[in-house]
Nanobody
Framework: KMQLLDSGGGSVQAGGSLRLSCEAS????????MGWFRQAPGKEREGVAA????????WYADSVKGRFTISLDHTKNELYLQMNSLKPEDTAMYYC??????????????????WGQGTQVTVSS
């Protein structure tokens, strides 16, 4: 069973940067579609970014395009989310997720089978 461990969250001021990491228990490259999601208090979980199995295709929510970058280091079995120009509205618990094989709608949480435990990101104004 795939296991995911999220880390890298913290508290930053608006305009700052953070890099989230997700360590996987097995190889992700060419096997799993990967995604990052977030959930703010009182809101539904939403997709933030996703990466296809071979890393050739990415998806980003409109709200983070140009600010966030998803990447994979398959030699370390680690997925990353580089977050720049952070805004207070980015405050949320962030989760990485994995789906075996290709998925049609990378921004939808029902596509993913495995989830990390989450890491909190807080952005102050």
């Amino acid at each position: 069973k795939m296991q995911l461990l999220d880390s890298g969250g913290g508290s930053v001021q608006a305009g700052g940067s953070l890099r989230l990491s997700c360590e996987a228990s097995e190889n992700m490259y060419d096997t799993y579609s990967m995604g990052w999601f977030r959930q703010a208090p009182g809101k539904e979980r939403e997709g933030v970014a996703a990466l296809s199995t071979d890393g050739s295709s990415t998806w980003y929510a409109d709200s983070v395009k140009g600010r966030f970058t998803i990447s994979l280091d398959h030699t370390k079995n680690e997925l990353y989310l580089q977050m720049n120009s952070l805004k207070p509205e980015d405050t949320a618990m962030y989760y990485c997720a994995a789906a075996p094989g290709f998925i049609a709608t990378p921004g939808e949480d029902y596509e993913y089978k495995y989830w990390g435990q989450g890491t909190q990101v807080t952005v102050s104004s």
